[in-house]
């Protein structure tokens, strides 16, 4: 069960969703706000899974509410715009409804929850699935050769020379992958251990990719890797 609230300035709006979240028995309405501000007490003396949140609303937008909450709280935003998805995507937003709403859409963009649950964590111990923007991307583990930090966000590099980029940061992630299989080189890189062939100087060598290693590392690579 989904704890949820909606936040919306348009009566319609809010009372189509409310609708919508009825016919599902995984989701619970906890109440549903015209203003971010009002929600303010209910998100801090609950716990929310989901927030059903308006773009377009006056004194605040949502847009700029959404950076106030906690990352453990998923944003589905709701919007007459479309120009806004990118804005979405930065902020790492679970989707994007575009209004008018239909149902099929509402439950294609709830239905992501599940599969958010299982985000960089292993599946049946060969898979994982990543969140990239609005896409989640089911990959083997055997195809991931390394992976890099790039500010907020990191880069699942594949053997076919794929790039996945997600809204994440590697030491979140690197808690969450299996020891067994990757290991950290340097704060910018975990490797896949089956990938690596040699260790030239304080580079790690992962057949054509060059990885460097760090001072802090460097001793835990040669003795777990040669």
């Not at 189509?16 to 203003?35: F, G, P």
């Not at 575009?98 to 992501?112: A, C, G, S």
């Amino acid at each position: 069960m989904y704890k949820c609230i909606i936040i919306d300035d348009e009566e319609l709006a809010r009372g189509l969703l409310t609708s919508y979240i009825s016919k599902l028995n995984y989701l619970e309405l906890v109440a549903d706000y015209e203003s971010p501000i009002d929600a303010i007490p209910t998100l801090k003396a609950n716990t929310i899974d989901l927030i059903f949140l308006d773009i377009q609303m006056p004194n605040l937008k949502g847009t700029d509410f959404a950076k106030m909450i906690p990352d453990t709280t998923k944003i589905i935003f709701t919007t007459a715009y479309s120009e806004y998805a990118l804005q979405g995507y930065e902020l790492n937003a679970l989707d994007y409804l575009l209004k008018p709403i239909t149902f099929d859409r509402f439950l294609q963009t709830v239905n992501k929850l599940e599969a958010v649950k299982s985000i960089t964590k292993d599946v049946a111990n060969d898979s994982i699935t990543i969140k990239s923007g609005y896409d989640l991307h089911k990959i083997q583990l055997q195809h991931i050769t390394h992976i890099e930090s790039d500010s907020e966000y990191v880069k699942f590099y594949l053997e076919d020379g794929k790039k996945i980029m997600s809204h994440q940061t590697l030491k979140s992630l690197e808690k969450t992958l299996n020891p067994n299989l990757f290991m950290r080189v340097h704060r910018s890189f975990i490797v896949n251990k089956t990938k690596v062939t040699s260790l030239k100087g304080r580079d790690l060598l992962l057949t054509n990719i060059s990885i460097p290693v760090s001072d802090s590392y460097y001793d835990k690579v040669k003795q777990d890797l040669f």
